[in-house]
C-alpha cells in the first residue's frame, strides 16, 4: 500500500468488514470481551 486514497479506502472496507465479523471470525480473546469501565482507563 502506497497510501493512495483507493488503498485507504481498500483497508477501510477490510477493518469495517473485520470488526462486523463478515471477514474474520471472532475468537476466544472476542468471546468473553467485556467492555472497560471508566476507573480502568488510564490516559497519561
Request: hydrophobic content about 45%; charged content about 25%.
Amino acid at each position: 500500500m502506497s497510501g493512495a486514497l483507493d488503498d485507504l479506502l481498500t483497508l477501510r472496507r477490510l477493518l469495517d468488514d473485520a470488526g462486523g465479523g463478515i471477514y474474520m471470525a471472532p475468537n476466544a480473546a472476542d468471546w468473553g470481551f467485556e467492555p472497560y469501565k471508566d476507573d480502568e482507563i488510564v490516559i497519561g
